[in-house]
Structures are given as C-alpha cells and as structure tokens.
T-cell receptor
Framework: RKEVEQDPGPFNVPEGATVAFNCTYS??????FFWYRQDCRKEPKLLMS???SGNEDGRFTAQLNRASQYISLLIRDSKLSDSATYLC???????????FGGGTRLMVKP | DADVTQTPRNRITKTGKRIMLECSQT?????MYWYRQDPGLGLRLIYY???????NKGEISDGYSVSRQAQAKFSLSLESAIPNQTALYFC??????????????FGPGTRLTVL
C-alpha cells in the first residue's frame, strides 16, 4: 500500500459546483498534513495546511479524519481558475520530510 | 526574480550521458530537496539536504547523486542517464523556523528526456 494515496480523477465539475477530494495515508503516527496545488506543467504551491480542528480559507475547507486516516479538501462555488491538480502531502515516517500523493486532477467547466 | 531557479528548464539527452541539473535559491533556506514527478506518481523524493554538510538519500536515490556546493546551490547528477529517468524534476527549499514545517518552495522544474 502506498504511504499516501489519492484518486487521480479527473473530477469534471461545472462552475459553481461544490467538489471534494480525499487523500488517505497509511502511517497512523503522521502529524502534519497539507494540500498543494499544481497547475499544468508548473511547480506545486502550498494551498493550505490541515489542522486537527479543520481549516477554512475562503471557498476552501480542509479537514482531517484521524480515525479513518484521511484528509479532505472541499471547494465551494468552483471557478474555472480552480482547474488544477491537487496534491496532498503528509510528513513522512522519518518525520523530517513530506510524502506526496499522486494528485487529483480537477477540471471546472463553464 | 524567482526565489528558486532551476537550469536547464528542458533537456534531451541520450542513454549513458552524464547530466547535471542545477538549483539555486535566494530565500536563504538551509533545507533543499530534489524530487522527480512522473504521471500519476506524484512527487518522489530523490535526495535532500538540511545544510551544506548534510546529504541524505530519499525514496528513489539509485542512479542519482547530489552536491550541495553552498547554502544556495544544490545540484543533481545522473551519472549515466537511462530512459526510465525521463521525468519532470523539481528542486524545493524550506525553512521550518520561518514558514512552518510543511511549506516547501519549488523551482519551476526541469523536463528531462532520455532517449
């Protein structure tokens, strides 16, 4: 089993829709969780951290479910500009680095 | 100017050639990383360095070597390139003290094709 797994998608949604992706992790001792956004052929950029209590930033909400070992990203009122690949990242077993999932591709259509 | 730069941006080479990818940063971060990205596999860590005298293997270091010439420079070498090293390579930096543990700043990437 991979350490961090994501549904690769693509998720095709119309503008204005709400969409959610999950990311599962295998190491129950993982402490830190993050969502990165990567536009086509560009570098990943940190979107938001995922706190135990959840984290909201505008239209984006990230949540952690420790019992089931997954994190989620919810995007409300999708915009065309949200089209990208969303990578989750978890601190590695060694604790000093991040392990990334394979990414979930989102395509928002007019 | 970009804080993390990579050269070259694109490279096509032949099997068996030695290739060096270079990364420079002006962020003043101690920690630097090299990743490769293949479709559907996300970012996989090749090597990382937490300061000039520190070099560590990542998940997929076989076939690669690195050099940390200075705080600002971290180079990745493929001693004898092979076709399955065709990928998009990213350099990244971080400084947990100033921007938190999970914030890594990536360069624009180098697209390497090995024929």
């Amino acid at each position: 089993r991979k350490e961090v797994e994501q549904d690769p998608g693509p998720f095709n949604v119309p503008e204005g829709a709400t969409v959610a992706f999950n990311c599962t992790y295998s190491n129950s001792a993982s402490q830190s969780f993050f969502w990165y956004r990567q536009d086509c052929r560009k570098e990943p950029k940190l979107l938001m951290s995922v706190y135990s209590s959840g984290n909201e930033d505008g239209r984006f909400t990230a949540q952690l479910n420790r019992a089931s070992q997954y994190i989620s990203l919810l995007i409300r009122d999708s915009k065309l500009s949200d089209s990208a690949t969303y990578l989750c990242a978890v601190n590695s077993v060694a604790g000093n680095m991040l392990t990334f999932g394979g990414g979930t591709r989102l395509m928002v259509k007019p | 100017d970009a804080d993390v730069t990579q050269t070259p941006r694109n490279r096509i080479t032949k099997t068996g050639k030695r290739i060096m990818l270079e990364c420079s940063q002006t962020k003043g971060h101690d920690r630097m990383y090299w990743y490769r990205q293949d479709p559907g596999l996300g970012l996989r860590l090749i090597y990382y360095s937490f300061d000039v005298k520190d070099i560590n293997k990542g998940e997929i270091s076989d076939g690669y070597s690195v050099s940390r010439q200075a705080q600002a420079k971290f180079s990745l070498s493929l001693e004898s390139a092979i076709p399955n090293q065709t990928a998009l390579y990213f350099c990244a930096t971080s400084d947990p003290k100033t921007s938190g543990f999970g914030t890594q700043y990536f360069g624009p990437g180098t697209r390497l094709t090995v024929l």
